[in-house]
């Protein structure tokens, strides 16, 4: 059996859609059955949707502590679901909370732990793909283990629901958890700034690099984010100089992007940006410098000033909507 570990938030997020999916796939090249563990507030209503995604059984953490996240508790949730389970791989999304979960149930479990895997192959070795230095390369690895713990790449696959909907079956499951398993928890949460959605599975970004000039030159950015139901990112160089948060920074040792657009403005394209914005489906590059490197990756480009550009563009788009 595959067991599928599923974030959610008001829905499962995009990248457990997408595990879920990698995770059928393995599921029928195993000749096994999927399951999923769904820990967290309101878990109930989402383990029940799962059977569209080929879920045949979801099981429902229950503890009272478990309503906001906890790693380690989580984590120890998962390790005791296991003992009583059996399954023979487990898979989260690579995200940050499917990195932090299944690290410590490898590390409570001393289970083989492969992250950011782009490909699986059953059998004996069973083999993996998966992506290093930040998906610049990719490398092929046996993991052996009697489970074998996975986090999917994000966007390695499209998040696609079963072409045939069965019934899932909800369990409950009731871990036993210590204080010391709550040592990390959330305890307070509050709206980012600008409150906007998630930059992994936006369909539009819009993203600034040091060419937007400065923090202030963002706003043209958010507007033209906002007209289009987009998204703002930035470079590593924008963080660097304190102009946006980290958690908006594209790139090797920030987000990985998927955009069906990505409008990349006053930004050089290093290989470490490229890392976070190659699944963009077009990329439209404003830039000043006909020679910038990202401009290999464009689809389409205007070179100029983006201070200029930015704004013509929010004119000429506010005109086509009558706004
Ligand atoms: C280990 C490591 C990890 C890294 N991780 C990341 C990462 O995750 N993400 C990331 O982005 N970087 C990362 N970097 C940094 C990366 O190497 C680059 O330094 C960074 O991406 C450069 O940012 P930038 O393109 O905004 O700035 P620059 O390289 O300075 O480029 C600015 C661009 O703006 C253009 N420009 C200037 N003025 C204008 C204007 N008025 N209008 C339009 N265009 C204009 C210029 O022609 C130029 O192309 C990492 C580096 C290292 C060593």
Redesign the pocket.
């Known amino acids: 059996m595959i067991l599928a570990f599923v974030e959610h938030d008001g829905g499962p997020s995009g990248l457990s859609l997408q595990a879920l999916t990698f995770g059928r796939s393995l599921a029928i090249d195993m000749g096994e059955e999927l399951e999923a563990v769904v820990i967290g507030e309101k878990a109930l209503p989402i383990a029940e949707g799962l059977a569209a995604y080929g879920v045949s059984r979801a099981h429902v953490v229950e503890h009272d502590g478990l309503d906001e996240y906890a790693p380690e508790a989580w984590a120890e949730s998962v390790v005791q679901l296991l003992s009583a389970v059996r399954p023979q791989v487990v898979i989260a999304a690579g995200s940050e909370r499917g990195h932090e979960v299944m690290a410590h149930v490898a590390a409570r479990t001393e289970l083989p732990l492969a992250a950011n895997c782009t490909a699986a192959e059953p059998g004996e070795p069973f083999r993996v793909t998966r992506q290093r230095w930040g998906g610049s390369l990719l490398e092929e690895a046996h993991v052996v283990g009697s489970v074998k713990l996975l986090t999917i790449a994000p966007h390695a696959v499209q998040a696609e629901p079963s072409a045939e909907v069965g019934h899932v079956s909800v369990t409950p499951f009731i871990p036993t958890l210590a204080d010391k398993d709550f040592r990390v928890r959330v305890m307070d949460r509050m709206e980012k700034t600008g409150g906007k959605g998630s930059l992994t599975e936006a369909r539009v970004v819009v993203g600034g690099?040091?060419?937007v000039?400065s923090a202030e030159g963002f706003s043209a950015l958010e507007e033209l984010a906002r007209l289009l139901g987009g998204v703002v990112g930035c470079?590593?160089?924008?963080t660097s100089a304190g102009w946006r948060p980290h958690s908006d920074?594209?790139?090797?040792?920030?987000v990985r992007i998927a955009p069906d657009l990505y409008i990349a403005?006053?930004?050089?394209?290093?290989?470490?940006?490229i890392?976070?914005c190659k699944g963009a489906k077009h990329i439209l590059v404003?830039?000043?410098?006909t020679e910038?490197p990202?401009l290999a990756r464009a689809d389409y480009a205007v070179i100029?000033?983006?201070?200029q550009v930015i704004p013509a563009l929010v004119a000429e788009i506010r005109k086509a909507i009558k706004l």
Do not use: E
């Open positions: 690099g040091r060419g000039g470079s590593r160089a924008v920074q594209i790139g090797q040792t920030g403005c006053g930004i050089s394209g290093a290989t470490q940006h890392v976070g404003i830039n000043t410098d910038a990202i100029g000033d983006a201070r």
